[in-house]
């Protein structure tokens, strides 16, 4: 559960900070009021620069939004009790559908780059947008904005919110698709673009608050900094297709392990056979299905891809009797789950995807086993190198001794 949740942690943790830091802005010395309301800028800058840098397109035009809708407010809206004048009436109304309607774009692209083809007209889309909206401010075509935010249904409920019930709408789609795809994919991208959804909403519906535009804004762009880094991050030391730390990530973690510890190799076996009898798409549907299962090891053992179809199961705290136990469990696991090869011209329509599941044929059903090797630090071993050595030389022993078992430096079971 909490790697399904992890890429909302950050997000929710800055939006309530932001939230309950409200009451206190007011008691900011009014020197230091104005590096405040620039601060939304410069978190912006440092994200703009960040996702061109890697190429993250979908926060490059997020933060652009940010950037326009804040500055909008800065210049034209600020100071005012809500949108009393025809030309922040329009400006109002007019960031209350292009803001939301585009961040639902974002949450359902793939990412393309920022200065790519695909970027560019992303981009070229955005501004053509931007020219629509100066044009009917600037001539005031009320009309305009007036049909895209009607009342859809004579719900008093929603009378309570600023924005029209068209804006409600697109917040929730919005909303919803990154949520999505942040539990599905366990993407900080996803997770920034949902924050930022959230905040975009509580900005725009609460915008003649005192100071809301500032902290909501700032909290935004500061939600999505920090998704680029851990994108980033994640794109060093966790492994794309298991979704596991990465080899990288392990040989970090190896010097903080202190003195007593085991460490576990682990081996698909016969890997070779299926990649030559069924395909690479077929291997890798086997490697992400021992993944998810040396994810759930017990015994606080930490997972990590180490190479190929070889794992590497840290056990901190713990010596080899101890970790052999949790490791037979998982071995068990593994040996008894059948896994279905799914075809590669499955229909992509769901209903028909949901009929061929229900008349799947017991041939496509295969079990896939793994053999393991364990050693711990100790006299024999005394650096974290020569445990996964002699992890090693354990793993080759479970693979003579007939595979499908767990050996330890020294000792079989």
């Known amino acids: ?22 009451p206190r802005i007011p008691l900011i010395h009014p020197e230091k009021m104005a590096l ?16 061109f840098h890697f190429r993250r397109g979908r926060i490059f035009i997020v933060l652009t939004l940010f950037a326009f809708c804040y500055h909008l407010y800065a210049s034209r809206l600020s100071g005012l009790t809500g949108p009393t004048t025809p030309e ?21 692209m793939n990412e393309k780059g920022v200065l790519t083809k695909a970027g560019r007209m992303r981009l070229l889309f955005l501004a053509l947008q931007g020219f629509i909206f100066w044009l009917t401010v600037r001539n005031n075509l009320q009309g305009f904005w007036v049909r895209l935010t009607e009342k859809l249904v004579p719900w008093p409920l929603l009378d309570h919110f600023s924005v029209s019930q068209e804006t ?24 920034g673009v949902f924050g930022s959804t959230i905040a975009a909403f509580v900005l725009l519906n609460w915008m003649w608050v005192p100071h809301v535009p500032v902290a909501l804004s700032a909290a935004a762009a500061l939600i999505l900094v920090i998704a680029i880094i851990q994108d980033s991050h994640n794109m060093a030391f966790r492994d794309d297709l298991t979704k596991l730390p990465s080899r990288r990530a392990l040989n970090e973690q190896l010097p903080c392990l202190g003195s007593r510890y085991a460490i576990a190799m682990v081996d698909v076996d016969h890997f070779k056979h299926f990649n030559d ?8 549907q086997v490697l992400k299905m021992i993944a998810s299962k040396l994810m759930d090891v017990t015994g606080r053992g930490r997972t990590f891809r180490y190479g190929g179809e070889e794992f ?21 696991v593994v040996a008894e789950y ?16 949901k009929g061929r599941r229900s ?8 079990s896939v086993t793994v053999s393991i090797g364990v050693a711990e630090a100790g006299a024999h071993f005394t650096t974290p190198h020569e445990v996964i050595k002699a992890a090693d030389e354990a793993l080759y022993k479970a693979k003579n001794k007939g595979r499908n078992q767990v050996c330890s430096a020294g000792n079989s079971r």
């Open 36 to 51: 405040l309301t620039s601060a939304p800028y410069l978190l912006i800058a440092v994200g703009m620069m960040l996702s």
């Open 338 to 353: 059948q896994m279905y090869l799914r075809d590669n011209d499955r229909p992509k329509d769901d209903g028909r995807g």
């Open 277 to 284: 009898n069924y395909g690479h798409d077929v291997g890798d």
């Open 359 to 366: 008349n799947k044929r017991p041939e496509r059903y295969v």
């Open 168 to 191: 409600i709408i697109l917040f929730l789609a919005a909303g919803g698709i990154a949520l999505w795809r942040a539990l599905s994919r366990q993407s900080p991208i996803d997770g």
């Open 88 to 108: 922040a009436w329009l400006a109002f109304k007019g960031i209350t559908i292009l803001l939301p309607f585009n961040l639902m774009i974002c949450a359902l």
């Open 1 to 22: 559960m909490f790697r399904k949740i992890s890429p909302l942690i950050i997000p929710g943790a800055i939006l309530v900070a932001a939230w309950l830091l409200l």
């Open 312 to 332: 590497t199961i840290i056990f901190p705290g713990k010596g080899v009797e101890e970790a052999a136990q949790h490791l037979e469990k998982l071995r068990q």
